[in-house]
């Protein structure tokens, strides 16, 4: 079960364990929680935290920060996720869920002008808790901040040992982006060279081999599948497109017409230093 939906399973539980003077006010809270009537919500459980005790002031804590989350005052929400926090509370999957809402936080402000709140997603990445890890490298990979490359590590660690396609898919595009080299695999002998053209066919993946000047074998090699090649295309940020039209290829087309041509050699770009770009179909 995920964070959320423990979260979610609080509220819909009973009010065991509060206060007997507390349980109207906690069921009170929970029910405009639920209706999300987050602002008066956020009255109801301060209220409750300030005459409760133990588990039960962290427990509102953590929804006063998360009716905050709702309403989208985002400065006001990572702040009390901090107190929350700070108050060392004992339920694990609430501290975890307050750690990773406080990275989406630090994500959102920091695309709207506060670059200083990219330190909470660099902490993020050596959280003990995997899920808030990856959710901090996630997030970090994707600003486009100039220390985005801090998440390349932990973008290899998921591609190396989860499983769910949607995860992989979004580590590997994040790092075509970082740093293409750390997507490199050793290429198998019948893919030392791209095929000629062949049979129209439907291709199902895209192979890109990098050759410095003078080797035969490639310094970057990767293969994605083309469905995801087909979302990474779309991604592409304006830079990357106003590099693709200075060399004669329509960045809003490319990809498009790429698919039209079925297996076969696509580009070959021989750079100024002689280094050489394969790209083709399979």
């Known amino acids: 079960m995920s964070r959320r939906l423990l979260a979610l399973a609080w509220l819909l539980g009973s009010a065991a364990g509060v206060s007997a003077q507390d349980v109207e006010r906690v069921r009170a809270a929970k029910a405009l929680t639920l209706d999300r009537k987050y602002a008066e919500a956020r009255q109801a459980w301060t209220a409750i935290l300030a005459s409760a005790q133990g588990a039960d002031a962290d427990t509102a804590a953590y929804w006063i920060a998360r009716s905050s989350e709702k309403l989208g005052e985002r400065e006001r929400a990572f702040k009390e996720y901090g107190t929350f926090l700070a108050r060392k509370p004992g339920d694990r999957s609430l501290v975890d869920e307050a750690r990773t809402s406080r ?144 060399k004669g290829y329509d960045a809003e087309n490319f990809w498009r017409k790429l698919k039209q041509l079925g297996p076969s050699e696509i580009v070959e770009i021989k750079g100024e230093d002689g280094s050489v770009v394969k790209v083709w179909l399979e």
């Open 103 to 246: 990275i989406g936080l630090a994500a959102q402000l920091y695309r709207a002008g506060q670059t200083e709140y990219v330190n909470v997603l660099h902490g993020g990445l050596t959280d003990a808790n995997k899920a808030v890890r990856y959710f901090a490298a996630l997030q970090l990979g994707g600003l486009g901040a100039p220390t985005s490359k801090r998440a390349v590590p932990v973008l290899q660690e998921i591609l190396a040992r989860e499983t769910d396609d949607d995860l992989l898919d979004r580590a590997r595009i994040i790092l075509m982006r970082l740093d293409p080299k750390s997507l490199s695999q050793a290429p198998a002998p019948a893919l030392a060279d791209p095929p000629r053209a062949g049979p129209a066919v439907a291709a199902k993946w895209l192979r890109l081999r990098v050759f410095e000047k003078g080797h035969d074998k490639p310094e970057v090699s990767i293969n994605v599948p083309v469905a995801l090649a087909d979302i990474l295309f779309e991604s592409l940020p304006d830079e990357a497109r106003s590099e693709l039209k200075k």
